[in-house]
Structure formats: structure tokens, C-alpha cells
T-cell receptor, first 109, second 112 residues
Framework: RKEVEQDPGPFNVPEGATVAFNCTYS??????FFWYRQDCRKEPKLLMS???SGNEDGRFTAQLNRASQYISLLIRDSKLSDSATYLC??????????FGKGTHLIIQP | NAGVMQNPRHLVRRRGQEARLRCSPM?????VYWYRQLPEEGLKFMVY????????ESGMPKERFSAEFPKEGPSILRIQQVVRGDSAAYFC??????????FGQGTRLTVV
């Protein structure tokens, strides 16, 4: 199965700071990219899709770098409620979707 | 359009019994994924199915575990002769193809 790699963290970040995660993927034929968020012991939920041109949703910005095969997630002005595990998801072809193991983020007051 | 439905939400089994976990995908979704999550660990891929076909079962233990997604009805993850180490949260996700997937709320299996 194709690989999706993430730094597991935890990332400990003070409230109000900016934090960024990267995720690398091995399948150069991948066509779809997403970030999911998982709160403690709950099901993962779609945070945002990642488009070739990059996209922004409020304080969240996602970027795709096809040449280097990574996607990134930037969170500005972090809130306590942003504390969660962020999962990188890559799709394309017969393998369907491949999930990374997640990056654990802790926002500290 | 109801979301992905998993049942039961909680399941308790004694060692040696069978556990059957059900997942009804969202309407129009023909792709189903099963994941296992042990306490304090990340999601671990188990199996990827499309209607009536197992596409990738590389994450599923070779013994005691099986999965199906019949033409009609929910996807079933079956664990035979459960052991304590099978205690975990089992999540199912569905998607219409390799686009965004939606997760069910999970089944918490406890083996006593």
C-alpha cells in the first residue's frame, strides 16, 4: 500500500501562534488530497480539501507541492479548540484513499 | 442523506466469541474502508472494499479477521475467537470513489 508520512508530534504551541505541518506521499500518481481532524476518541472529520492552487478557509491554509510530493497545513492565530490530531489523506487510483497516522497538536494557554 | 452508520456503538464480547461489526455507507457510496484504533494510538488501515470486492486487505490480520461488502446490505467486519488485544475502536469510512471519505462514529469493542 502507498505510504503517507506525517510527523506524529506532539506539537506544543502557545495560543495565538502560527503552526504548520507537512505530510509526504509516495505515489506520484495521486490526484486527491485532504486534511482531516480527529478529536480524542472520536471519528475523523474532513477539515479541508487541498487543491493544486492551494486553498484557504479562515485561519487554515493548505498547500500542495507536487514536485516534492508533500502537502502542508498552516494554522494561524491558533485557538485552544484547535488541539486535535490532524490526518493527511491522499487518494488516486486503485488504492483508494491512504491516511497518514496523524500529527498531534496541543495548543497551550 | 444519513451519514455513515455503524452499529453497534459498543460491543462487549468474552474471549473466544465472535464479533460482527456493521457499517452502512452513505447513499451512493460504493467504497468502504475499515480502520482500527487502539487506545493512545493512531488509525491503522485494515481493509478497503468496493461492492462485492476486496480491493486491499493488507492491513488485516491473516487469521480470525474477515470483511465483506455485499451487493445489498452493510459492510461487515467479522472477528472470530476474539482475544483481549482485539479491544479497540473500529471505524468505517465510505466514499463515492477516491474523493473525500466520511466516517461513522465507530464501534468500541471490549473483550473481557
Amino acid at each position: 500500500r502507498k505510504e503517507v508520512e506525517q510527523d506524529p508530534g506532539p506539537f506544543n504551541v502557545p495560543e495565538g501562534a502560527t503552526v504548520a505541518f507537512n505530510c509526504t506521499y509516495s505515489n506520484s500518481a495521486s490526484q486527491s488530497f485532504f486534511w482531516y481532524r480527529q478529536d480524542c476518541r472520536k471519528e475523523p472529520k474532513l477539515l479541508m480539501s487541498v487543491y493544486s492552487s492551494g486553498n484557504e478557509d479562515g485561519r487554515f491554509t493548505a498547500q500542495l507541492n507536487r514536485a516534492s510530493q508533500y502537502i502542508s497545513l498552516l494554522i494561524r492565530d491558533s485557538k485552544l479548540s484547535d488541539s486535535a490530531t490532524y490526518l493527511c489523506v491522499v487518494g488516486g487510483g486503485a488504492d483508494g484513499l491512504t491516511f497518514g497516522k496523524g500529527t498531534h497538536l496541543i495548543i497551550q494557554p | 442523506n444519513a451519514g455513515v452508520m455503524q452499529n453497534p456503538r459498543h460491543l462487549v464480547r468474552r474471549r473466544g466469541q465472535e464479533a460482527r461489526l456493521r457499517c452502512s455507507p452513505m447513499k451512493g457510496h460504493s467504497h468502504v474502508y475499515w480502520y482500527r484504533q487502539l487506545p493512545e494510538e493512531g488509525l491503522k488501515f485494515m481493509v478497503y472494499l468496493q461492492k462485492e470486492n476486496i480491493i486491499d486487505e493488507s492491513g488485516m490480520p491473516k487469521e480470525r479477521f474477515s470483511a465483506e461488502f455485499p451487493k445489498e446490505g452493510p459492510s461487515i467486519l467479522r472477528i472470530q475467537q476474539v482475544v483481549r488485544g482485539d479491544s479497540a475502536a473500529y471505524f468505517c469510512a465510505s466514499s463515492p470513489r477516491d474523493t473525500e471519505a466520511f466516517f461513522g462514529q465507530g464501534t468500541r469493542l471490549t473483550v473481557v
